[in-house]
């Protein structure tokens, strides 16, 4: 039986309502958060309350803290400042379907649970497992994992599950479309069958259903936006433009615009690795993500990108969940998603927490009924907008050439570098202001100038003959012989 609950249901509450540990309550207030959002306030008392909760709403809405916090307060009382790792057993573990979001879960975990002796650990593949063993070897009471990776540990026996009694399967959506289902099912196996398990997701699909099926027992049901919808704040728009022109359209939109922080998004990695370099030719501080980049590579792009060093990150669906960057201002879809759902949750990357976005997509004539496909998945038209892209911008590079079509041109400019073209410089896109001579300056430019039209007229012409490579003529007597 599956308990339903609407969003409309409960009032918005403050999170001192809930009963959290005090520690746990200083974290919040040292992030700035004050109000709980719906999801949240719905999801914690349930699970307070020890319940199984299966719980959607739309990316942005706060799921993580969601179920960190209350899960880190039952965890509480086994709290222990002893060394000893017997202390410290696995009571709580959450699975995430990417590295990047298996990242991001801990930082909060790590965050939230900061002034309290529980120990966290993070395990995910393309990464020396020797390091996460040892950690795992010193005890920790909650760990957030990848199923692969987790599954490499138990293995290894260098990890015990008996004694978990809180599961989460977070984005469960994407775990089901990236084929986790069987490792799903071993790791569940070794788990105790008295335990607390939460399903996260952004939809609650037939296959989603099924699974909470499987692995809940008598769920809460807590659905808070409507299936598939995208954030109101953030403005969505579409440009049609030709397929060799996309590169020139996303340089325009970022130098017109002067837009940072930007998330831009392709459909391959081929794709992601081009439009990099040739944003980098343009000097724009670009870095790329996708999964042929080891996890140290791509830990150092999202940190680079998170600082503010690098100002356009250029990614496949890799990043499109889970990835939360800090007033994050604009999305660009260069390549549609072929899977609709997909391009729910690349926007969502921005407009979080309240805060406004914008998403834009650009489009071939090709690509409409991918676009058309989406509208129908949203249930909201996307405006359409003309983008008049100038003349300096196109046919830049060969990456807004069809690959099929580069031939010997491509091969000449690697050869040849010079024969690229410049790099398109910001002053052109100023307004024009006319230059202020300095009076002293330019007396000494014209009295140099009239000295060396006064040289260049008293100078002496060279002779035709040096010029053709003769030899002058010797005026210089030779000397008399003493003979």
Same mark, same amino acid.
């Given at each position: ?19 959290? %540990?005090? /520690? ?26 020890? +319940? ?12 993580? @803290? ?6 880190? %307060? ?20 959450? $699975? ?48 957030? @994992? ?6 490499? %540990? ?36 070794? $788990? ?36 598939? @919808? ?48 040739? $944003? ?5 501080? @670009?870095?790329?993500? %996708? ?21 356009? $990150? ?58 058309? /496909? ?70 000494? +430019? ?38």
């Amino acid at each position: 039986m599956t308990d339903t609950s609407n969003a409309n249901a409960e009032s918005v509450k403050s999170f001192s309502e809930f009963g959290l %540990h005090p /520690d746990l309550l200083t974290a919040i207030s040292a992030s700035g958060y004050t109000v709980a959002t719906p999801i949240q306030a719905q999801a914690i008392p349930a699970i307070i309350d020890g +319940r199984d909760v299966m719980g959607a709403a739309q990316t942005g809405t706060g799921k993580t @803290a969601a179920f960190t916090l209350p899960l880190l %307060h039952r965890l509480m009382p086994y709290a222990s400042h002893s060394t000893s790792p017997a202390r410290h057993p696995v009571r709580a573990l959450i $699975l995430a379907p990417t590295r990047e979001l298996a990242d991001q879960v801990a930082d909060s975990v790590k965050r939230y649970s900061e002034s309290c002796p529980l120990r966290v650990a993070v395990v995910f593949g393309g990464v020396d497992i020797s390091a996460q063993k040892e950690e795992l070897r010193k005890g920790c009471e909650l760990v957030i @994992a990848t199923p692969g990776r987790l599954l490499d %540990h138990i293995e290894q026996k260098t990890i015990n599950l008996s004694q978990v009694n809180t599961l989460v399967l977070d984005e469960a959506d994407r775990m089901l479309d990236m084929g986790f289902l069987p490792d799903l099912e071993r790791i569940v196996k070794l $788990l105790p069958k008295s335990r607390q398990s939460l399903l996260f997701s952004a939809t609650f699909s037939g296959e989603i259903r099924k699974l909470a099926r499987s692995f809940l027992k008598s769920p809460i049901e807590i659905n808070v936006a409507p299936q598939n @919808a995208t954030a109101e704040n953030v403005t969505q728009i579409a440009y049609p433009v030709s397929g060799n022109n996309k590169q020139a359209a996303v340089l325009y939109l970022l130098k017109s615009r002067s837009l940072s922080q930007v998330i831009i998004f392709v459909n391959t990695k081929i794709g992601a690795s081009r439009l990099t370099r040739e $944003l980098v030719k343009e000097g724009i501080k @670009a870095e790329s993500i %996708h999964g042929d980049k080891s996890q140290i590579e791509r830990i150092k792009a999202l940190d680079s990108f998170k600082s503010g060093e690098t100002a356009v $990150l250029v990614a496949t669906d890799v990043a499109a969940r889970g990835l939360d960057v800090a007033g994050l201002p604009c999305v660009i879809n260069v390549d549609l998603p072929f899977n609709p759902e997909d391009y729910v949750h690349r926007i969502g990357r921005t407009g979080r927490a309240g805060a406004s976005g914008e998403a834009i997509a650009l489009f071939t004539d090709h690509e409409e009924k991918l676009l058309e /496909d989406i509208e129908k998945l949203i249930k909201v038209k996307v405006p359409r907008g003309a983008l008049n892209i100038p003349e300096a911008f196109q046919h830049r590079s060969p990456a807004s050439v069809d690959s099929r079509s580069r031939g010997k041109g491509e091969r000449f400019k690697r050869t040849f570098p010079a024969s690229r073209p410049a790099p398109i410089d910001d002053f052109f896109f100023k307004p024009y202001e006319p230059s202020v001579k300095d009076p002293h300056k330019e007396a000494q +430019r014209l009295q140099q100038e009239q000295k060396w039209m006064e040289h260049q007229a008293t100078a002496k012409q060279p002779q035709l003959a040096i010029l053709l490579g003769g030899r002058p003529k010797n005026n210089i007597k030779p000397a008399e012989s003493n003979d």
